[in-house]
C-alpha cells in the first residue's frame, strides 16, 4: 500500500491519513507536527523505528521534483520494483534542496501493528545497552521496533522537570527505551516480558517498567521526547547529530569526554539517541564551543563514524564533511550540482561550497 502526499504535508497529516486506513506510515519524530514531507524527504529524515522500518529513503516509493530549469520529474506509480533506467528520485532524498524542489511524494505504507509494547529501563552502562540490544534483537527479531537511549544526566534533568512522576527513578548511568510492534497482541507482550525478565535476571537491566496500556505507551514516548524540551531551554549548548558503529562507540565517549573536560573542566554533557541505529545526539555546553566540535567530529571521524546521521549538513556543518566523505565523493556531489543546477539558484551554500570554475560554461 502507498499514499501520494504534496510536499507541504506534515508528516502527522500522513500519519493520520495511513491510521484512517487502517495502515501505518514507518517513520515517526518528534517534529511530527510541523515537519513537511518534502523537507523529510530532502533530509532524508530517521526518527524513532528506523530500526525497523528504516530511514525516508525506503518510504519513498517515488517522487515528483522541479529541477533549476522548471523540468519536472514525475514518478508517482509506486511501484515496489521499477529498475527502468535510473532511480531519479533517489538524488533527491537527503540532497537538503540543491538538486531541486520536491512537490509530491509516493510513500510507503505498512500493516497497522496489532500490538504496541515499550518498556523503560535502567543500566549500568553502555555495554549493558548494547548488551540488551543484541539480546531483544536476537529473541524477538523483527518484533523489535525502535531503541532509544538517555543517558546521566539528561534523564535527571528530564525527571527534574516533569510535572508527571518518573517512570524510574534517576540516578543510573543509561536508560533504555525499547519497543515492540507485532501482530499478536498477548503472545508479543508475554516474549517481550519473557525476555527482559531474562535480561534483569542475568544482571543486564536493573529495573524496568512495561506499558500496560497505549496510554502508558504514550507516557514512556513523551518521556524520551522530553530529551528535546529539556535542551532547548539550556542556553549556549551545541548540539551534533553523529553517528559511529556500535563496537567504538564507547571508547568514542570517553575519549571525547575526557578531551572536552581536559579543555573545559566546567562542560556538560548531554547525550541521547537513537542507539539502535548506532546515532548519538550528542549535547555540550562549554565556554569553548569550537573546540568541543573538533573533538567530537574528529573523534567520530577516527571512529569511522558520521558527522551527520540524520539531520544533514546544511551550513554548520559543511566545514566538517571532508573529514567523513573522501575528495572523490565530494567532487562527485559537485558534479552532480553542476549538471542539475548550473546556475547554483537551489539552496546555494547547504553541504558544500562550490567551486565557482565548476560553473563556467
Ligand atoms: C523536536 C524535533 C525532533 C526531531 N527529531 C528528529 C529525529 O528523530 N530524526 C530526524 O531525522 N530528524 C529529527 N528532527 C529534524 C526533522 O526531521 C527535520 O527538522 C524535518 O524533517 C525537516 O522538515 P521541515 O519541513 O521542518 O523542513 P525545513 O527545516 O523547512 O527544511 C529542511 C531542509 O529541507 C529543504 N526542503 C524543505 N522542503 C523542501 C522541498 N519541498 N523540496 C526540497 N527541499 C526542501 C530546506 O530547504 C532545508 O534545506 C527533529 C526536529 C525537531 C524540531
Given at each position: 500500500?502507498?499514499?501520494?502526499?504534496?510536499?507541504?504535508?506534515?508528516?502527522?497529516?500522513?500519519?493520520?491519513?495511513?491510521?484512517?486506513?487502517?495502515?501505518?506510515?514507518?517513520?515517526?519524530?518528534?517534529?511530527?507536527?510541523?515537519?513537511?514531507?518534502?523537507?523529510?524527504?530532502?533530509?532524508?529524515?530517521?526518527?524513532?523505528?528506523?530500526?525497523?522500518?528504516?530511514?525516508?529513503?525506503?518510504?519513498?516509493?517515488g517522487l515528483e521534483a522541479v529541477l533549476a530549469d522548471g523540468s519536472v520529474l514525475t514518478s508517482l506509480k509506486g511501484l515496489p520494483k521499477d529498475n527502468s533506467g535510473?532511480?531519479?528520485?533517489?538524488?533527491?532524498?537527503?540532497?537538503?534542496?540543491?538538486?531541486?524542489?520536491?512537490?509530491?511524494?509516493?510513500?510507503?505504507?505498512?500493516?497497522?501493528?496489532?500490538?504496541?509494547?515499550?518498556?523503560?529501563?535502567?543500566?549500568?552502562?553502555?555495554?549493558?545497552?548494547?548488551?540488551?540490544?543484541?539480546?531483544?534483537?536476537?529473541?524477538?527479531?523483527?518484533?523489535?521496533?525502535?531503541?532509544?537511549?538517555?543517558?546521566?544526566?539528561?534523564?535527571?534533568?528530564?525527571?527534574?522537570?516533569?510535572?508527571?512522576?518518573?517512570?524510574?527513578?534517576?540516578?543510573?548511568?543509561?536508560?533504555?527505551?525499547?519497543?515492540?510492534?507485532?501482530?499478536?497482541?498477548?503472545?508479543?507482550?508475554?516474549r517481550f516480558a519473557e525476555v527482559l525478565m531474562q535480561a534483569v535476571e542475568d544482571g543486564v537491566v536493573d529495573d524496568v517498567v512495561v506499558s500496560q496500556s497505549p496510554?502508558?505507551?504514550?507516557?514512556?514516548?513523551?518521556?524520551?521526547?522530553?530529551?528535546?524540551?529539556?535542551?532547548?531551554?539550556?542556553?549556549?549548548?551545541?548540539?551534533?547529530?553523529?553517528?559511529?558503529?556500535?563496537?567504538?562507540?564507547?571508547?568514542?565517549?570517553?575519549?571525547?569526554?575526557?578531551?572536552?573536560?581536559?579543555?573545559?573542566?566546567?562542560?556538560?554533557?548531554?547525550?541521547?539517541?537513537?542507539?539502535?541505529?548506532?546515532?548519538?545526539?550528542?549535547?555540550?555546553?562549554?565556554?569553548?564551543?569550537?573546540?568541543?566540535?573538533?573533538?567530537?567530529?574528529?573523534?567520530?571521524?577516527?571512529?569511522?563514524?558520521?558527522?551527520?546521521?540524520?539531520?544533514?549538513?546544511?551550513?554548520?556543518?559543511?566545514?566538517?564533511?571532508?573529514?567523513?566523505?573522501?575528495?572523490?565523493?565530494?567532487?562527485?556531489?559537485?558534479?552532480?550540482?553542476?549538471?542539475?543546477?548550473?546556475?547554483?539558484?537551489?539552496?546555494?551554500?547547504?553541504?558544500?561550497?562550490?567551486?565557482?570554475?565548476?560553473?563556467?560554461?
Open positions: 500500500a502507498s499514499i501520494v502526499a504534496e510536499a507541504g504535508a506534515t508528516l502527522q497529516a500522513v500519519q493520520k491519513a495511513a491510521d484512517g486506513a487502517g495502515l501505518m506510515f514507518g517513520v515517526d519524530l518528534g517534529a511530527r507536527g510541523s515537519a513537511t514531507i518534502g523537507g523529510n524527504v530532502a533530509t532524508n529524515a530517521g526518527g524513532i523505528r528506523v530500526l525497523r522500518y528504516g530511514m525516508y529513503r525506503a518510504q519513498v516509493l535510473y532511480d531519479l528520485g533517489q538524488l533527491f532524498i537527503g540532497a537538503e534542496g540543491t538538486l531541486g524542489v520536491v512537490t509530491r511524494a509516493a510513500l510507503r505504507l505498512h500493516p497497522k501493528p496489532a500490538s504496541e509494547v515499550n518498556a523503560f529501563c535502567a543500566v549500568s552502562s553502555l555495554d549493558a545497552a548494547i548488551a540488551l540490544l543484541g539480546l531483544l534483537r536476537q529473541k524477538l527479531g523483527p518484533l523489535l521496533s525502535a531503541y532509544e537511549v538517555n543517558f546521566a544526566p539528561l534523564y535527571d534533568l528530564i525527571v527534574a522537570s516533569m510535572a508527571m512522576p518518573a517512570p524510574l527513578p534517576a540516578g543510573s548511568p543509561v536508560y533504555v527505551l525499547a519497543e515492540i510492534q507485532g501482530s499478536e497482541p498477548d503472545r508479543d507482550s508475554e496510554r502508558e505507551v504514550r507516557a514512556l514516548w513523551n518521556v524520551r521526547e522530553d530529551a528535546n524540551r529539556v535542551l532547548f531551554s539550556i542556553k549556549g549548548l551545541i548540539s551534533v547529530d553523529i553517528s559511529i558503529p556500535l563496537t567504538r562507540m564507547g571508547a568514542f565517549l570517553r575519549e571525547a569526554d575526557a578531551a572536552i573536560h581536559t579543555d573545559d573542566p566546567g562542560a556538560d554533557i548531554y547525550v541521547f539517541g537513537h542507539l539502535g541505529d548506532g546515532n548519538l545526539h550528542y549535547q555540550v555546553r562549554t565556554v569553548d564551543p569550537a573546540a568541543a566540535y573538533d573533538i567530537v567530529y574528529r573523534g567520530v571521524a577516527a571512529a569511522g563514524g558520521g558527522v551527520s546521521a540524520e539531520h544533514g549538513i546544511g551550513f554548520d556543518k559543511k566545514k566538517w564533511l571532508h573529514l567523513v566523505r573522501s575528495d572523490a565523493e565530494i567532487a562527485t556531489m559537485r558534479r552532480l550540482k553542476a549538471a542539475l543546477d548550473p546556475r547554483n539558484i537551489l539552496n546555494r551554500g547547504r553541504v558544500f561550497d562550490l567551486n565557482p570554475t565548476a560553473f563556467c560554461r
